[in-house]
């Protein structure tokens, strides 16, 4: 497998403008995290998913944030209109069974709102 | 918050000596687990240790768990310098509830 796939690798948008995050989780794997890390916050959980249904959604940071699991295999974060705060690294990473698993991210999405 | 916090925030090492770190967190958990980062790279996960468990070895690698204390360390024996990262804890909740949440990390410098 070719592990967590995340697209596009950076991404500079100007505020404003709608942007959009995937992923791509690794096959049989049933739990999705999307996480945010910036240098004063750390590594944030946003929200995860279980068998694409979402669990917890609770550190989406505003409505302008929301993510989206339509199948097994994809998985997008959407941040519509994006503001410079929201400049940030995003990872998504996934998992295999409840809670006695490790989690395999991907390489991140940098994104820069100027 | 359950959140894992890491101490120290930063440490510097010649190589060959030993790294310690440590992290606390505030819940019950199923299982702590640390990861490593590389300068732009995502996390990969190094170890994981079990609410019922007290020590694990993996290679250069040994950590140990006070659920009492609520903490756990990190030791990486006669470090090199490609040890050179930032580290992680994380830990998962024995709710029904099963995210993974993190700590803001520790940045290892192993000096050649």
């Known amino acids: 497998d070719a592990g967590v796939i995340q697209s596009p690798r950076h991404e500079v948008t100007e505020m404003g403008q709608e942007v959009t995050l995937r992923c791509k989780p690794i096959s049989g794997h049933d739990y999705l995290f999307w996480y945010r890390q910036t240098m004063m916050r750390g590594l944030e959980l946003l929200i995860y998913?279980?068998?694409?249904?979402?669990?917890?959604d609770s550190g989406m940071p505003e409505d302008r944030f929301s993510a989206k699991m339509p199948n097994a295999s994809f998985s997008t974060l959407k941040i519509q209109p994006s503001e410079p705060r929201d400049s940030a690294v995003y990872f998504c990473?996934?998992?295999?069974?409840?809670?006695?698993?490790?989690?395999?991210f991907g390489q991140g999405t940098r994104l820069t709102v100027v | 918050s359950q959140q894992g916090e890491e101490d120290p925030q930063a440490l510097s090492i010649q190589e060959g000596e030993n790294a310690t770190m440590n992290c606390s967190y505030k819940?019950?958990?199923?299982?702590l687990q640390w990861y490593r980062q590389n300068s732009g790279r995502g996390l990969v996960h190094l170890i994981l240790i079990r609410s019922n468990e007290r020590e694990k070895h993996s290679g250069r690698l040994r950590v140990t768990l006070d659920t009492s204390k609520k903490s756990s360390s990190l030791l990486i024996t006669a470090s090199r310098a490609a040890d050179t990262a930032s580290y992680f804890c994380a830990t998962r909740y024995t709710g029904a509830n099963s995210k993974l949440t993190f700590g803001k990390g520790i940045t290892l410098s192993v000096r050649p």
């Open positions: 990473a996934s998992s295999q069974g409840a809670r006695g698993t490790e989690a395999f």
């Open positions: 819940t019950s958990i199923n299982n």
């Open positions: 998913f279980n068998n694409n249904v979402p669990i917890d």
